[in-house]
């Protein structure tokens, strides 16, 4: 009770209930001696005397005794790793589970297509525009509006980059149809085997060399661009805007159009492969961009032309067909089926693979040694961090991204070109004689010697050596078209099968994916046994064993 004129309540008590929290206090002390007694927890541990000094042997008595506590402790410490070991394999059993269910669930969503998917694919199914047919259409419609014919050949295969269906097309025409070679590319090149495959082609038709612009945006980002540099005196000269071999181009059709009396001008068609760069040529001549050009190939798919200049106007086509008879290295270039699911991208990357030097592959991704073309998607995989969750290789990325790197102008390789050239069965001299007329070929020939001293090439040894199949057939008939239907991709053991094949000397081999011996299968007798039901078990395929397959790589050939 707090008192009157005091700030703090005073804490006496009665005696009465002073001396019963005493009394509670004593009872509850000897409680807890009482059950510690019977605990023994208050009893002091015996000190050990030790061994006395008197003591005979005392120093075998101690050894003795180390041995032990030491015996004792090891023995805890394996125990302790039998239950460590234990736990992880617990652990790991149910994150095995887990995974296991993961995949399943995965496996089945993909199988059953999503909502949106479907309806892409039916509005891409039902879009003529996606037909082949439809791109031949396309490509006869610019061939016949054209005065100038420019087959766009990418310089680190030109040779595959040739359509012979089209070059006859072309010759048989009427209207006195010029045909050109523009070799496209050439920064990605070493400089001697573009100057090989100028001689070589210029024994046919006339060729210019070229280097397009892959970084250039609409019009309005150019004038904020062209107004920026005129303020700071800053011109932009980076590999991907710098553009040589345009200026040649303008002024040898000018000079065409002015010295052929077609009125002044002239139009020009540019046909070629899907990813050769005809619309980055375009839009090199025009500055800006003014067609949708990109990495992924088949982008462009109708006619369409583009005034270049007051007597110069281009006329961009769709890429060639390629026919199905063309090997396969030349249809994972050249061709659309991995755009259009015609072909797996694991596919085409294992039929790149065995067209390249090993070494030079290994140097250029900064990969180690690889067995075959999974086990180097697994390591480009890892390097360019293209993993999926739990830490796995997505070798599908992996594989996309390589693709890309040989199909746009990003990867540095090249084809050799023929020592002995020679014309094709549908040329003749009288008309290589009449398609080099109306053109200045010395001109030509000091504007392309320019250009070569303009760009900065590649070193050879950098340079990937590719083995070349030949020119590519197209098809240009809507009547020859086949419409091919999806392929599903290669098993885990054709995959396994597939690799880079050796290199001797400067080339490449070939290899094929058959064995070199086959042997007759050997005929057993049948005995008739009751109907089973079999269930075959799948067998784990271990990619990294060190059985030694077809594809091993012989480290006997040599780096050039």
């Excluded at 042997?57 to 039998?82: G, M, S, Y």
């Excluded at 920064?187 to 060729?207: A, G, M, R, S, T």
């Excluded at 067609?291 to 583009?306: L, S």
Aim: hydrophobic content about 35%; charged content about 30%.
């Amino acid at each position: 009770m707090k008192r009157p004129g005091l700030k703090k309540a005073s804490k006496r008590v009665s005696c009465s209930k002073r001396y019963k929290i005493q009394k509670k206090v004593r009872e509850h002390n000897r409680k807890l001696k009482k059950d510690a007694k019977k605990k023994g927890v208050g009893k002091k541990a015996k000190k050990d005397i030790g061994v006395p000094n008197k003591a005979p042997f005392k120093e075998d008595i101690l050894r003795e005794a180390e041995q032990r506590r030491l015996k004792l402790e090891e023995e805890k410490e394996k125990k302790k790793l039998a239950k460590q070991q234990q736990r992880a394999q617990k652990r790991k059993k149910e994150n095995a589970a887990s995974s296991d269910r993961d995949t399943k669930v995965k496996k089945a969503r993909k199988e059953l297509p999503s909502q949106e998917d479907l309806v892409k694919q039916m509005v891409k199914q039902s879009d003529p525009r996606n037909s082949k047919k439809h791109f031949c259409s396309e490509l006869n419609k610019v061939i016949d509006a054209s005065d100038v014919i420019i087959e766009v050949l990418d310089a680190r295969d030109p040779l595959g980059c040739r359509c012979p269906q089209l070059e006859e097309a072309v010759l048989k025409r009427g209207g006195n149809k010029k045909l050109l070679f523009l070799l496209n590319k050439i920064d990605l090149v070493p400089k001697e085997n573009v100057e090989k495959w100028l001689q070589c082609l210029q024994l046919e038709f006339p060729v210019v060399a070229f280097k397009a612009s892959t970084q250039l945006q609409d019009k309005t980002v150019q004038e904020k661009k062209a107004r920026f540099a005129t303020l700071n005196g800053v011109v932009d000269q980076t590999k991907g805007v710098a553009c040589y071999g345009g200026g040649c181009l303008l002024q040898l059709l000018g000079d065409f159009a002015n010295g052929t009396g077609r009125g002044g001008s002239v139009k020009v068609g540019l046909v070629g492969f899907p990813n050769v760069g005809k619309s980055s040529l375009i839009n090199s001549l025009k500055g800006m961009r003014a067609c949708n050009a990109g990495v992924q190939r088949g982008i462009t798919r109708c006619f369409q032309d583009v005034h270049i200049s007051k007597n110069v106007k281009m006329i961009d086509s769709p890429g060639i067909v390629a026919a199905q008879s063309n090997p396969k290295a030349a249809m994972a270039l050249r061709s659309l089926q991995v755009e259009d699911k015609q072909e797996t991208v694991l596919e085409a990357v294992r039929t790149l693979l065995k067209q390249c030097n090993k070494q030079q592959v290994m140097l250029q991704y900064n990969v180690p040694d690889f067995r075959n073309s999974l086990e180097f998607l697994s390591f480009f995989a890892k390097k360019r961090g293209f993993l999926q969750k739990g830490g796995f290789p997505n070798t599908e990325l992996a594989a996309s991204t390589f693709l890309s790197d040989w199909t746009g102008a990003k990867l540095s390789y090249h084809c050799k070109a023929p020592e002995k050239a020679s014309l094709p069965p549908y040329l003749s001299d009288d008309i290589v004689t009449e398609m080099q007329k109306g053109w200045d070929l010395d001109k030509l020939r000091k504007s392309n010697e320019e250009t070569l001293r303009s760009v900065k090439f590649p070193n050879q040894a950098s340079s990937i050596i590719l083995l070349s199949k030949g020119p590519t057939a197209g098809v240009l008939s809507d009547s020859d078209v086949v419409e091919d239907k999806p392929a599903q991709g290669p098993t885990e053991e054709e995959e396994m099968e597939g690799s880079c094949a050796n290199q001797e000397d400067d080339g490449v081999e070939e290899v094929s994916d058959a064995d070199e011996t086959d042997e007759p299968p050997i005929k057993t007798p049948v005995t008739k046994e009751p109907a089973k039901v079999r269930f075959q078990v799948p067998v784990p395929v271990n990619i990294l064993s060190s059985v030694q397959t077809d594809d091993a790589y012989d480290f006997n050939t040599d780096f050039k």
